[in-house]
């Protein structure tokens, strides 16, 4: 199997150049989506720290780029929303977020905010000695108590003696605040005004009103993220789209 994909046919979430040259690497197997964008590739086309996979690698062999906490050392490790990306050695920190058409874009954030990141509870299941394991959409996994509920969302603390410490909880209900994730509405911002559960193989549907023009859209459940409480929109969430 090739390790690599042309860039004509590579995900337009990357948003990457597509004729500068003829291929592009791989995502490895990971926590994310297929839409996930290798690391190695955001290191080279977004951040502009380096111009060939050589000196992609010989950066990442030093331990020097950090993600969700834990440095990287594979190219081919996947990224995706709100992945929390630091350099420490150049002082730059950035959140992975989507902007109006749904492309990766590097949101660079202080160091301050780049020692959490907001997950989304994929599920949860109770382990050895009864206890509740969250297991978070970017791989992670964290004990906690049965407050929490799949498609909540939490914010976990990525660093220091306390990692992985829930700091704040967004249920998945109507009246709080969610991002679109996927489909034709992705990286729109609104309230969860209805949730429409489907008795069948059907995905569920959620309803939301923009929280700019107060209009309202329908998606499916699996592309809702839950970003905010009862109406409050995280400014720093916000992103028009580029051109």
Not at 106 to 128: F, G, H, N, W, Y
Not at 140 to 160: E, F, H, R
Not at 164 to 191: L, Q, V
């Amino acid at each position: 199997m090739s390790k690599h994909l042309k860039r004509l046919v590579a995900p337009d979430s990357w948003h990457i150049p597509k004729k500068v040259k003829k291929f592009v690497s791989k995502t490895a197997p990971g926590p994310h989506n297929a839409q996930a964008m290798p690391i190695g590739v955001w290191l080279r086309e977004h951040a502009k720290l380096a111009n060939n996979m050589k000196e992609v690698k010989q950066i990442l062999s030093q331990r020097a780029v950090i993600v969700n906490g834990k440095p990287v050392s594979d190219p081919k490790l996947g990224i995706g929303v709100f992945d929390i990306i630091a350099i420490p050695k150049i002082g730059r920190y950035y959140r992975i977020q989507l902007d109006m058409r749904g492309r990766l874009v590097s949101v660079e954030i202080p160091e301050e905010a780049a020692q959490a990141r907001l997950c989304r509870i994929r599920d949860k299941t109770i382990v050895r000695g009864g206890k509740v394991q969250l297991n978070l959409n970017y791989g992670a996994n964290v004990i906690a108590d049965n407050t929490y509920k799949p498609k909540d969302s939490i914010v976990l603390t990525l660093g220091g003696e306390n990692r992985f410490t829930i700091t704040d909880h967004f249920p998945f209900a109507i009246g709080n605040t969610a991002m679109i994730i996927g489909g034709r509405h992705s990286g729109k911002i609104g309230t969860v005004v209805e949730i429409t559960k489907t008795p069948s193989s059907v995905p569920n549907r959620v309803t939301l009103e923009d929280t700019g023009s107060n209009t309202r859209f329908d998606t499916i459940e699996e592309y809702i993220f839950m970003v905010g409480k009862s109406g409050y929109v995280p400014g720093e969430l916000k992103l028009e789209a580029e051109e």
